[in-house]
């Protein structure tokens, strides 16, 4: 009888401003790992708004929370040898410091990307059309603009994705995970 080793799952939390670029790294990036066998999930905060996290809103208790509810499915995914990638904004330091100790207290690796995309960048690519809104004054209340962005002090990596394509910073991140024998 032959055994198959037990796959070492991981998180992956790519945080950033809104279009830095982060569900499209995810996606470049699960869709590698998928290719090479391993099992992985997506926990996109707009999908995860819709169920997870119904009903909350956008003031600092209501993120705090969605971003708690995705770190303790992302956590036990990664625990049962998923790679859970989360292209989440996760705006505050407490927020996802909370995350890791979650990761840590049951020896489950995590990772924290900065996607650190220049807000210049971001509002340019603008792809739901947010920083349009909000300078149009329709829109309050918009992380990186009129609500705070705490970026991360010491990320596992740090993407400048204006510099890059997709392929190139889903590869960087890829990287991150091999180095430490997770991918
Ligand atoms: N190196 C890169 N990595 C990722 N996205 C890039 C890169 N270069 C250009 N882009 C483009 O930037 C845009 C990023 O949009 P995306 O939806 O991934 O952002 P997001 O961070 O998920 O935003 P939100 O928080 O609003 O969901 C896409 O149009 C993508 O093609
Ligand atoms: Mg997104």
């Keep these: 009888m032959t055994t198959t080793p037990r796959a070492q799952g991981a998180t992956v939390w790519l945080t950033g401003l809104p279009s830095a670029g982060k569900t499209t ?20 905060g707009d999908e995860i708004r819709r169920f997870l996290s119904a009903g909350l809103g956008f003031s600092r208790e209501d993120r ?14 990664a625990r049962n040898g998923v790679l859970a990638v989360v292209p989440v904004i996760a705006p505050y330091a407490d927020s996802r410091e909370a995350v890791r100790k979650r990761h840590d207290a ?17 509002s340019e690519r603008d792809v739901k059309g947010l920083y349009a809104r909000q300078a149009a004054g329709r829109l309050k209340g918009l992380t990186g603009v009129d609500d705070p962005y705490e970026a991360p002090v010491d990320p ?9 394509t997709p ?17």
């Design 156 to 164: 596992a990596l740090v993407l400048q994705t204006q510099n890059q």
């Design 167 to 183: 392929q190139e910073s889903a590869d960087a991140v890829h990287a991150v995970l091999a180095a430490r024998g997770l991918a």
């Design 25 to 44: 790294i995810a996606r470049v990036l699960a869709g590698r790992l998928r290719s090479e066998g391993h099992r992985v999930e997506v926990l996109d």
């Design 64 to 77: 705090h929370t969605n971003v708690q509810r995705i770190g303790l499915v992302a956590e036990v995914l």
């Design 106 to 122: 049951s020896g489950t690796p995590y990772f924290e990307v900065h996607v650190a995309t220049p807000v210049e960048v971001c």
